[in-house]
């Protein structure tokens, strides 16, 4: 496999290293090659293929392993992914044969599909919920909401986020194209709380108004952005799936006006503060 930020070889040392590469352009898919004992976990319904050496099983919670806390713990971190709008299942393949396999994974919609070595930024990655798409086995899948009140009120899409903990490869789904910002330390980046996709651990998220009142009413853009504050890294989507979904169901006229998708706790009310009526 080439050396790119899309393809990976493993490091002989580290044990828990998996090889992958992420083919397509708007339509991506992953392959994971396994070596004989390894596994990978994946999300309910995004498998696509796998060579017949490598078997599947399907867990209850995220599949990281994690033996504390028995039954209950286990109860616990499945009732974790299903606030995260995840299913309470995940499917485990693990290759039972000789030599290598691949197994091949896809984004339900158009995007990109991020690769992320935990252990490379610091352990945690936050992400928008219905991002994980699948992990080298050990990965945790928890709950990041947001603490401070007008966030968690306002703050739509952001308020309950992923948390994914581990030190293996992660990768997530996001919409449209990516980018990827480095912040330094104090430095601070304005996004639409839809487009945030995923950031590290050491950035700060807060709430910034976006305007004054014929902002609010007529710009279309809501009343807060996402204000992130440095250092780490942040990833934007272009295209949340929750916006392209808004603009087929109004195009059909099934649903008068735009619906921009970053719609809060707030219902109807936070669909107007947000930009989405």
């Excluded at 994946?42 to 392993?65: H, L, P, Q, R």
């Excluded at 610091?122 to 928890?142: H, P, W, Y």
């Excluded at 909401?145 to 703050?155: A, C, D, N, P, S």
């Excluded at 890294?233 to 603009?247: M, Y």
Aim: proline share 3%; charged share 20%; aromatic share 8%.
């Amino acid at each position: 496999m080439a050396n790119s930020p899309w393809h990976h070889a493993r490091n002989s040392s580290v044990a828990d290293d998996i090889d992958f590469e992420i083919n397509g352009q708007e339509l991506q898919f992953l392959e994971i090659e396994l070596d004989p004992g390894e596994s990978a976990v994946a999300e309910a319904g995004a498998f696509v293929w796998k060579d017949a050496a490598i078997g599947m099983t399907t867990v209850f919670g995220d599949g990281s392993g994690g033996g504390d806390g028995g039954f209950m713990g286990k109860l616990l971190g499945a009732g974790k992914r299903l606030v995260t709008g995840e299913s309470l299942f995940t499917t485990v393949f693990t290759h039972n044969g000789q030599g290598k396999a691949r197994v091949a994974f896809a984004s339900p919609t158009p995007g990109s599909i991020l690769p992320i070595k935990l252990s490379d930024v610091g352990g945690t990655l936050i992400c928008q919920k219905d991002s994980f798409l699948a992990a080298a086995r050990g990965v945790s899948i928890g709950v990041a909401f947001q603490r401070r009140v007008m966030t968690g009120l306002f703050g739509g899409e952001g308020f309950i986020m992923q948390k994914l903990d581990g030190d293996g490869w992660v990768f997530v789904q996001m919409g449209g194209t990516l980018v990827e910002r480095e912040l330094g330390p104090g430095e601070q980046l304005h996004v639409d709380t839809g487009c945030l996709a995923a950031y590290t651990q050491g950035v700060d998220f807060d709430l910034v108004t976006a305007g004054g009142v014929r902002s609010v009413l007529f710009g279309g853009e809501g009343l807060f952005f996402a204000r992130l504050t440095g250092p780490g890294k942040v990833w934007i989507q272009s295209l949340p799936f929750a916006r392209l979904a808004g603009r087929m169901l109004a195009a059909s006229g099934s649903r008068g006006g735009q619906n921009r998708g970053e719609g809060s706790v707030l219902g109807a009310l936070g669909d107007f503060i947000d930009g989405n009526n």
